[in-house]
């Protein structure tokens, strides 16, 4: 499966892991993916690209309307383990000013 979650014991935050290609195609998953941790409540998402390969522009949209779901706010959503690659992707669209990139 190229999405997987987590829930950390304490609840306080969803781990959203893409392996391969974060594109369109994860557009559902991702979406049912957040969209299950805005039921537990106000709770921090972190995105873990440790395993993304490639990174198109509906990703950077699915990334845009969670952090416009939950309201804002730079650390509700952290964007982690991004390879070469990817931070270059995040850089140039000026989402490192938009959330915390770890």
């Known amino acids: 499966m190229a999405l997987t979650t987590q829930l950390s014991n304490d609840g306080s935050s969803l781990t959203i892991s893409i392996t391969g290609r974060f594109d369109f195609n994860l557009y559902k998953d991702f979406r049912d993916a957040y969209e ?28 845009l309307v969670l952090k416009e779901r939950i309201g804002g706010g730079d650390s509700a959503v952290v964007l982690k383990n991004c390879n070469k690659e990817i931070k270059n992707i995040l850089s140039i669209s000026n989402f490192d000013k938009l959330f915390s990139i770890e």
């Open 36 to 63: 299950g941790g805005l039921e537990k409540g106000n709770i921090k998402f972190i995105i873990n690209l440790s395993q993304t390969e490639y990174m198109d522009s509906s990703a950077l949209g699915m990334l």
